[in-house]
């Protein structure tokens, strides 16, 4: 089993930064990747970045070039840097970690993210 925790969640102005972070606890070792999902009022959950363990990375045409994906593996934590933020980056972020399945097994309880215009 999987324990995430993400925190770094609030309101920001139009133009201004957040990171988020997302600790895992338990059987970390059995990571594959982890990633950023978000979903928005009313419309279905959409991936934003991934992080495989090796260190590559994945981006959403949405966010790619405002938002960084990163680790910091001795402390079981990923982090989205989200700079340039827009209102309609307004979502619920959840972290999810995939075990090796091809799945995201393990879900986050989510941190909301406020962009005002």
């Known amino acids: 089993q999987v324990q995430l925790v993400e925190s770094g969640g609030g309101l920001v102005q139009a133009g201004g930064s957040l990171r988020l972070s997302c600790a895992a606890s338990g059987r970390t070792s059995s990571i594959y990747r982890m990633g950023w999902f978000r979903q928005a009022p009313g419309k279905e959950r959409e991936l934003a970045a991934i992080?495989?363990?090796?260190?590559?990375?994945y981006y959403a045409d949405s966010v790619k070039g405002r938002f960084t994906i990163s680790g910091d593996n001795a402390k079981n934590t990923v982090y989205l840097q989200m700079n340039s933020l827009k209102p309609e980056d307004t979502a619920v972020y959840y972290c999810?970690?995939?075990?090796?399945?091809?799945?995201?097994?393990?879900w986050g309880q989510g941190t909301q993210v406020t962009v005002s215009s």
């Open positions: 999810a970690a995939d075990t090796g399945g091809s799945i995201w097994s393990y």
């Open positions: 992080r495989w363990s090796g260190g590559k990375t």
